[in-house]
């Protein structure tokens, strides 16, 4: 009996042993990286581990119901929202009265700025589809919202607030990561599209400016995104602006700027008409700026992201300069150059050639003064679409025209996009309806 009592208590003391040795050398997963293999990496290959570590993170922070509020925060001169029931957000400039100015839509508890999921050929909108299910929360410099659809991904919008010019700390900037995770049970293609719905240009001569310096005065798309390249919606009381490539982030494969009902009703990659401006008849005053990023391939559990910035500002004055990108060359060429002053100055010079030849954007004084008079800290309601009195001048036979062409195009193609279609017939239809008045 005793035997047996000895070899039972020996039997447990091993079966300890080796769960203690399985617990304390855990298994190296895939993704995990060694101490000895971090020594031996490339710069490059030491950011892309640093990516694909902060991505994972994002689906690790153990997102409840319970743990889902509504976010009202304000980080320097960035106010940030967010709707937990609706998935919704938004963006707003604080000035240095602590007034704040919406740089997009606050209409409808925000619903009009969203980001697309395309799983496969199915188009999500995620903030306005019964099969997604959203949370949102505070962070230490900003928020988040998850969107989560079951059996197919899960979708993370991460606002982090940041300062553009570490000199003064004043945080001015957002940068904005939407990860995918790849939640079903095979590999598919996915891609994500921004639409932010913006309304500072709308008050002002032109809805938008690009890095050339020059107005946006109609529906204009950018591919082959570069790092210079910037985009601003602004007026008399702020601006934002958008960087798509430089830094960390992930340049699409499209920017458009275009009447809001052109990003609303039309395919995956809108279907952009430079002549139409951003005050149609169907839509008027409404203007929005959108991004598609390139689609990728993810195996179960895999995850990508998206990066892009923007940056608020509530100077009254014409933005010729990226501060981002600037800064960013500017510290690079004082560590990697000591000559880097010419550089710099060559840079500052182009810079004001490129402000001398631009448009002088400020409003008449009457305009700003009505602007001014405004209470900013009001929810700003965007304007339904309504029927314009139409100028021979504005919708002349060439316009027309060029509507009846953008029709016969549309219906010879073999993909034929109905709802953008139906648009056009109807603006048709309100031009022939003015014009018999």
């Given at each position: 009996m005793k035997i047996k009592i000895t070899c039972k208590i020996l039997?447990?003391?091993l079966f300890n042993v080796a769960l203690f040795s399985c617990a304390a050398t855990p298994k190296k997963t895939s993704d995990e990286i060694t101490e000895d293999e971090f020594v031996f990496m490339t710069p490059e290959q030491m950011k892309e581990a640093a990516r694909k570590q902060a991505e994972?993170?994002?689906?690790e922070l153990g997102w409840t119901k319970k743990s889902s509020k509504n976010v009202?925060?304000?980080?320097?001169?960035?106010?940030?929202?967010?709707?937990?029931?609706?998935?919704?957000?938004?963006?707003?400039?604080?000035?240095e009265n602590g007034k704040t100015i919406p740089a997009l839509s606050t209409s409808n508890e925000y619903i009009t700025s969203a980001f697309y999921l395309k799983a496969g050929k199915k188009v999500i909108k995620l903030n306005q589809n019964s099969s997604v299910k959203?949370?949102?929360?505070?962070?230490?410099?900003?928020?988040?919202?998850?969107?989560?659809?079951?059996?197919?991904?899960?979708v993370v919008l991460d606002f982090s607030c940041f300062s553009s010019d570490p000199k003064n700390m004043d945080i001015n900037s957002v940068k904005i990561t939407a990860a995918v995770k790849n939640t079903g049970k095979k590999k598919g293609d996915f891609a994500l599209k921004m639409v932010f719905d913006t309304v500072l240009g709308e008050t002002d001569r032109h809805h938008f400016y690009s890095s050339d310096g020059l107005p946006v005065k109609s529906e204009k798309e950018y591919r082959n995104i570069k790092q210079d390249d910037w985009f601003v919606s602004q007026n008399a009381n702020g601006s934002m602006m958008f960087t798509f490539a430089g830094l960390e982030a992930t340049a699409p494969v499209l920017v458009a700027m275009a009447n809001y009902s052109t990003f609303e009703n039309g395919g995956w990659i809108p279907n952009m008409l430079d002549y139409r401006s951003f005050d149609t008849i169907l839509s008027y005053n409404n203007s929005a700026v959108g991004a598609v990023w390139e689609d990728?391939?993810?195996?179960?559990?895999?995850?990508?992201?998206?990066?892009?910035?923007?940056?608020?500002?509530?100077?009254?004055?014409?933005i010729t300069s990226n501060v981002l990108i600037k800064s960013t060359k500017k510290n690079e060429a004082k560590k990697n150059d000591k000559n880097s002053v010419e550089p710099a100055q060559k840079q500052d010079e182009n810079d004001s050639a490129a402000n001398s030849k631009t448009d002088n954007t400020v409003l008449d004084e009457s305009k700003k003064e009505e602007l001014n008079n405004q209470d900013s800290t009001e929810e700003t309601i965007k304007e339904e679409p309504v029927k314009q009195n139409l100028s021979n001048e504005k919708y002349s036979d060439e316009y027309i025209q060029m509507l009846l062409d953008k029709i016969e195009m549309l219906k010879e193609d073999g993909s034929v996009n109905q709802s953008e279609i139906d648009v056009l017939n109807a603006e048709l239809d309100l031009i022939f309806e003015s014009m018999v008045k």
């Amino acid at each position: 009996m005793k035997i047996k009592i000895t070899c039972k208590i020996l039997l447990i003391a091993l079966f300890n042993v080796a769960l203690f040795s399985c617990a304390a050398t855990p298994k190296k997963t895939s993704d995990e990286i060694t101490e000895d293999e971090f020594v031996f990496m490339t710069p490059e290959q030491m950011k892309e581990a640093a990516r694909k570590q902060a991505e994972a993170e994002l689906f690790e922070l153990g997102w409840t119901k319970k743990s889902s509020k509504n976010v009202d925060a304000t980080y320097g001169n960035v106010r940030l929202r967010a709707r937990k029931s609706y998935g919704t957000f938004n963006i707003s400039i604080v000035n240095e009265n602590g007034k704040t100015i919406p740089a997009l839509s606050t209409s409808n508890e925000y619903i009009t700025s969203a980001f697309y999921l395309k799983a496969g050929k199915k188009v999500i909108k995620l903030n306005q589809n019964s099969s997604v299910k959203s949370y949102s929360r505070e962070t230490e410099n900003g928020m988040q919202v998850i969107y989560v659809i079951d059996g197919l991904a899960n979708v993370v919008l991460d606002f982090s607030c940041f300062s553009s010019d570490p000199k003064n700390m004043d945080i001015n900037s957002v940068k904005i990561t939407a990860a995918v995770k790849n939640t079903g049970k095979k590999k598919g293609d996915f891609a994500l599209k921004m639409v932010f719905d913006t309304v500072l240009g709308e008050t002002d001569r032109h809805h938008f400016y690009s890095s050339d310096g020059l107005p946006v005065k109609s529906e204009k798309e950018y591919r082959n995104i570069k790092q210079d390249d910037w985009f601003v919606s602004q007026n008399a009381n702020g601006s934002m602006m958008f960087t798509f490539a430089g830094l960390e982030a992930t340049a699409p494969v499209l920017v458009a700027m275009a009447n809001y009902s052109t990003f609303e009703n039309g395919g995956w990659i809108p279907n952009m008409l430079d002549y139409r401006s951003f005050d149609t008849i169907l839509s008027y005053n409404n203007s929005a700026v959108g991004a598609v990023w390139e689609d990728k391939k993810l195996s179960v559990d895999e995850i990508f992201s998206e990066v892009f910035y923007v940056t608020l500002s509530s100077v009254d004055e014409k933005i010729t300069s990226n501060v981002l990108i600037k800064s960013t060359k500017k510290n690079e060429a004082k560590k990697n150059d000591k000559n880097s002053v010419e550089p710099a100055q060559k840079q500052d010079e182009n810079d004001s050639a490129a402000n001398s030849k631009t448009d002088n954007t400020v409003l008449d004084e009457s305009k700003k003064e009505e602007l001014n008079n405004q209470d900013s800290t009001e929810e700003t309601i965007k304007e339904e679409p309504v029927k314009q009195n139409l100028s021979n001048e504005k919708y002349s036979d060439e316009y027309i025209q060029m509507l009846l062409d953008k029709i016969e195009m549309l219906k010879e193609d073999g993909s034929v996009n109905q709802s953008e279609i139906d648009v056009l017939n109807a603006e048709l239809d309100l031009i022939f309806e003015s014009m018999v008045k």
